[in-house]
């Protein structure tokens, strides 16, 4: 029986430790609240960052620390600037130097680099003689400084730049497609968009194949379709280049779910993959929907449609980004693991998707939630 009660209270415990917070301030101090909408954390600090990777930066009469989700200090209060955790490693400030620290504070030694940067998925980068390389977890030189630009690494891998030309390497350091490319886009399922001369197109297993008569290639991000510019027109391609829906709209956004925000004129609907309208062109914008299966669309203000193309969140909010830095690379102005960040009047807050307000409660600011 004791060792039931045991297992039940550290199976709670890790939910606890486990589950999503958001950053809010309320009376002018920032706490956190869970998806019930109920304050785990107080507000109580001047100033406070997102959690990430189960700790959060406060700061403390002017120095910054890191708490854990039941707002206990982890890590004291010591450092004059601090960012995030990401692969167990931070990049803080004190007595004018940047270094690293691990989640119990203790302070890593790393190879010389002329700017610290932040671990990004197991990897930093490192920056000598103006030339940019990768570093591991332990401090171990993965790949030399080589690169005029590395950009940030996306599902393990990134876009590097040497000699003007741009190429793809993993986060081993390993080029995957060759640096001989004018412009360059994401990877994704072995396959990314380049321009190479004037010409742009595919490049599939590090091959490139020119799209006829496209001026414009945008990033694959959530299905095996992109958007792509032809004689001043949009459509939509596949991986292998082929036209999936020819180019004939305006404007458009991404795929998600099958169906695709397009703009004809000065006014947004959604298509499906047939180039169908599922939603005539009648808001004014309208965004990519999200996993909950909804997207937000603009009148005046902002609302929600589902992938029936029927409004069930009226028009009456805005869903601009907050005041921090967003952790999310993707889109944040829709829908996230069933809440909405949103803002009424000069305050915000969080729908759930059946409309309802979160807690009831609005907040003079509010963050994603994250873990």
Do not use: H
Request: glycine share 10%.
């Amino acid at each position: 029986m004791i060792k039931k009660i045991l297992f039940l209270l550290i199976v709670c415990f890790q939910f606890a430790a486990a589950q999503e917070l958001a950053l809010v301030r309320q009376g002018g101090k920032f706490g956190y609240i869970s998806k019930t909408g109920e304050f785990v954390i107080q507000p109580k600090f001047k100033v406070a960052k997102n959690f990430s990777e189960g700790l959060a930066a406060a700061e403390d009469n002017g120095v910054w620390g890191f708490i854990n989700p039941k707002g206990e200090w982890v890590i004291q209060p010591s450092f004059a600037d601090v960012k995030y955790f990401n692969s167990g490693i931070c990049v803080v400030q004190k007595d004018n130097q940047w270094f690293y620290i691990d989640k119990k504070g203790g302070t890593l030694k790393m190879p010389a680099s002329e700017k610290v940067y932040d671990f990004e998925d197991g990897v930093a980068f490192i920056k000598q003689n103006d030339k940019i390389g990768l570093i591991n977890v332990k401090g171990e030189v993965i790949l030399q400084p080589t690169y005029q630009i590395i950009k940030s690494f996306e599902d393990g891998f990134a876009r590097v730049k040497n000699n003007d030309q741009w190429g793809i390497i993993d986060n081993k350091g390993k080029v995957v497609v060759n640096v001989e490319y004018n412009e360059i886009g994401n990877f994704f399922k072995n396959t990314t968009w380049a321009k190479k001369g004037e010409q742009f197109g595919l490049v599939s297993a590090n091959k490139f194949m020119a799209i006829e008569g496209v001026d414009k290639i945008w990033d694959f991000d959530f299905q095996e379709v992109t958007y792509a510019r032809k004689n001043d027109k949009i459509g939509f391609i596949d991986l292998k280049g082929n036209w999936v829906v020819e180019p004939k709209f305006d404007k458009a956004r991404a795929f998600v779910r099958n169906m695709a925000p397009i703009c004809e004129g000065k006014k947004w609907g959604y298509i499906n993959m047939k180039g169908e309208y599922v939603v005539k062109p009648m808001y004014s914008d309208a965004e990519i929907f999200s996993a909950d299966g909804l997207a937000p669309v603009k009148d005046k203000e902002w609302g929600f449609v589902d992938v029936n193309g029927k409004q069930v969140i009226e028009s009456k909010y805005q869903i601009t980004a907050g005041g921090f830095v967003s952790l999310f690379r993707k889109s944040d102005k829709g829908f996230l693991n069933g809440v909405a960040r949103v803002k009424s009047g000069k305050q915000w807050g969080y729908i759930k998707t059946d409309g309802s307000v979160l807690g009831g409660q609005w907040y003079e600011n509010a963050e994603l939630f994250q873990k």
